[in-house]
């Protein structure tokens, strides 16, 4: 059974920064790619940022130069660096972790970004 927990998010001011962690449990195989999702209240879930196995990251345009998106393939664990936070970074954020055979999502972590 794959879980993915995260972990990392809060409180904090604009201008602030955080940093969100992934870490999956149990076994996954074949990992396609790693990312970031985001949903705010009353808007549809958004892809934040995403890194391939092979190939170049992606970011939103909304979070080019502030996020950094980094993965810790040892130990099934993706990373997300937010610095300089505003007030339209607040949502709740989600890890996937996608395989060919199977899409996995974590619980997701609320991240308020308060002026």
């Known amino acids: 059974q794959v879980q993915l927990v995260e972990s990392g998010g809060g409180l904090v001011q604009p201008g602030e920064s955080l940093r969100l962690s992934c870490a999956a449990s149990?076994?996954?195989?074949?990992?396609?790619?790693m990312a970031w999702y985001r949903q705010a209240p009353g808007k549809q879930r958004e892809l934040v940022a995403s890194i391939p196995r092979r190939g170049s990251t992606n970011y939103a345009d909304s979070v080019k130069g502030r996020f950094t998106i980094s993965t810790d393939t040892a130990k099934n664990t993706v990373y997300l660096q937010m610095n300089s936070l505003k007030p339209e970074d607040t949502a709740v954020y989600y890890c996937?972790?996608?395989?060919?055979?199977?899409?996995?999502w974590g619980q997701g972590t609320q991240v308020t970004v308060y002026s």
């Open positions: 149990g076994s996954i195989f074949s990992i396609v790619a």
């Open positions: 996937n972790i996608q395989t060919p055979w199977a899409n996995y």
